[in-house]
């Protein structure tokens, strides 16, 4: 029987991926797959990549560990320690220093001074972003910390939950904000741990949130721009709107920007600015999946449904104006007879959007700004505080299921989306091991867009073919995990099955997020995947070939976050490459010791690559 990794591969090359002459090549040995409890303790990588026909050894190196220091400075600030509005060191249950090992994505950039700095995240609540000074080694490229420390984002009412992230073209940190805050649930009184934990930073209990937090300070793209280690400037960008925000991606035009929606039932965002560099005011829209193939990963059009222009200084104003019942009138939905489903009421809107348990929802736009009729200000206020659900009410689709990483491809002009996992909202009124039509809580209430016939729970990797002003015009897949099932060949009897991997081994596993190296035909997914594999991987994908080369493993219950790729920095390209939270997504009980359980910021070193 063939492979069923190669019939995925020929299958993607099939729906739109063209084979182009590219200057540059690379070509990696293979990581192996984890095996013995040593392996799966260890970060495993590619001995070596021949790069543009000459081989180099390669190996990841890191630059610091969650909790280290900076080495000329040993005695500063621990690399992902928490601190509140006040700068006070945020203290854990038994009063040590709080350090967050959910290091995220991590930026290289030049200072306005010429030094050299990397700016990181850390994906907790309350977030953190840490600036740390690099030295550069000119004959090797090895990176080490001078000094490090966290960016002050008191003057924003603090950061949530920082992500994945990129670099703008003209050479600035652009953060986020993940898993935006339900603001129903501050009108409700139900306000989740998870949101509540926020509190912290305001020096409260988390049974204050209500009280000492705003929903709406949160869930927006953040450029960072560093002058030196002294100063950097730290600025959220309302005018983009607020989603479960795992990336901002700009364009080569320097005015759009893609904007990637994490979670259940979200949506795909484009955001134009008014002027090149400058994001702080715009027009919004929301991607509109018009199917074309219900089958694999499914395959369709775009349209793009206008949300409206604001700037950041009228958001600002409104987040500190209006709350979700100054927004929205809701009611319940009525189930009208036997039978038949849930409906909304004449008036209201009809959503299912962004709630991992489906949420059926109805609504009406309020008379926001209460000027005696509902006009274009009300919509974009809407547009803004509540940018998923007005998405929703305007007809965009918001049926993704865990929707990440996004890169562009400038040799075909593409870009390319991860989605962890195909469930959910994108199948029709189905779930992975449900039957057909059996299941309606990700599609009742809404449109019904995405209507693939099978689940995919290790998720795809897809494409957008751009038009000359960005727009993404076409969407579908080019490479998808392969689930450990009868449906794909495999058994108990396979040579890959191991009991433990519910995605095959020799392809990816709920792909998180990615980067394309330009000019060499490559693309590099990285894995966020629990049970899909039991250590996570990083990829290289080569376009044409369709050709997957496993590149580095993770230890146990490590996420591998923030791959990004860097062609020339003073003759040296670099991969960046972060694991995440080790021992803290699942085999909690391997864990022998606490330091296991520092989170690595690394990269990988080449040749400059800048074909």
Not at 30 to 51: F, G, M, N, W
Not at 198 to 212: C, H, I, L, N
Not at 341 to 364: M, R, V, W, Y
């Amino acid at each position: 029987m063939e492979s069923p990794i190669k019939s995925a591969v020929v299958l993607a090359l099939t729906m739109g991926v063209s084979t182009i002459s590219l200057a540059g090549s690379i070509a990696f040995s293979e990581a192996p797959v984890p095996r013995t409890d040593a392996e799966k303790r260890s970060i495993l990588t590619s001995d070596q990549a021949v790069v543009d026909g000459v081989s180099v050894s390669i190996d990841y190196n890191t630059i610091l560990r969650s909790g280290q220091t900076g080495t000329l400075d040993p005695n500063g600030y621990r690399y992902g320690q928490l601190y509140d509005s006040n700068g006070q060191p945020l203290t854990a249950e038994d009063g040590s220093p709080y350090l967050s090992n959910d290091n995220d994505f991590a930026s290289l950039l030049r200072g306005t001074d010429g030094k050299f700095y990397m700016v990181s995240h850390f994906e907790s609540r309350p977030g953190a972003m840490y600036l740390t000074e690099l030295s550069q080694d000119p004959k090797n490229g090895l990176l080490t910390a001078l000094r490090t420390r966290p960016l002050d984002f008191s003057s924003l009412k603090g950061g949530w939950v920082h992500c994945a992230g990129s670099v703008t073209p003209w050479g600035t940190h652009l953060g986020s904000e993940e898993y935006e805050p339900d603001a129903k649930q501050w009108r409700d009184g139900n306000i989740t741990d998870y949101n509540a934990a926020m509190a912290t930073y305001f020096g409260a209990s988390p049974d204050d949130a209500g009280s000492v937090m705003n929903p709406y300070d949160y869930g927006y793209a953040v450029e960072v721009k560093v002058n030196d280690f002294g100063s950097a400037t730290v600025e959220k960008h309302y005018a983009m709107g607020r989603v479960a925000l795992e990336l901002g991606y700009v364009m080569p035009d320097n005015k759009t920007v893609y904007l990637t929606d994490d979670g259940t039932n979200v949506g795909l965002y484009r955001f134009v600015a008014n002027e090149p560099g400058k994001l702080d005011m715009g027009a919004l829209w929301v991607a509109q999946w018009n199917q074309k193939s219900a089958s694999g990963a499914g395959a369709a059009n775009l349209n793009w449904i206008y949300l409206g222009w604001a700037s950041s200084e009228q958001v600002r104003d409104w987040i500190n104006r209006y709350r979700f019942t100054d927004i929205f009138d809701e009611v319940e939905p009525a189930v009208l007879a036997e039978g038949k489903k849930p409906s909304c009421p004449e008036g209201f809107t009809s959503i299912n959007a962004g709630h991992e348990d489906g949420d059926h929802q109805c609504l009406k736009l309020r008379d926001i700004n209460q000027d005696g009729a509902i006009n274009w200000m009300d919509e974009n206020i809407a547009s803004r505080l509540e940018t998923r659900r007005w998405a929703a009410m305007q007809g965009g689709t918001t049926e993704f299921r865990k929707m990440e990483g996004i890169t562009f491809d400038p040799d075909r002009n593409q870009l390319y989306l991860a989605l962890s996992e195909v469930d959910r909202g994108m199948l029709d009124f189905s779930r992975a091991d449900r039957a057909p039509a059996s299941y309606d809580k990700y599609d009742i209430g809404g449109p019904n867009h995405m209507r693939l016939a099978q689940a995919n729970v290790c998720g795809a990797v897809y494409a957008m073919n751009l038009d000359s002003n960005y727009t993404a015009l076409g969407i579908h897949p080019i490479v998808a995990g392969i689930p450990m099932t009868m449906d794909y060949g495999a058994s108990a009897q396979s040579p890959e099955y191991d009991g433990t991997n519910k995605c095959d081994v020799r392809g990816i596993a709920n792909p998180d997020n990615v980067t394309y190296m330009p000019g060499y035909n490559t693309l590099i997914i990285g894995e966020d995947t629990g049970s899909g594999h039991q250590n996570d991987m990083i990829w290289s994908y080569n376009l044409d070939a369709g050709t997957l080369t496993r590149i580095q493993t993770t230890p146990y219950g490590a996420e591998t976050t923030s791959p990004y790729f860097y062609p020339n920095i003073n003759g040296f390209a670099y991969l960046m490459s972060v694991v995440q939270h080790p021992y803290g997504e699942s085999d909690a009980d391997k864990l022998e010791e606490a330091g296991q359980l520092s989170a690595y910021t690394g990269y990988f070193v080449f040749p400059a690559m800048n074909k």
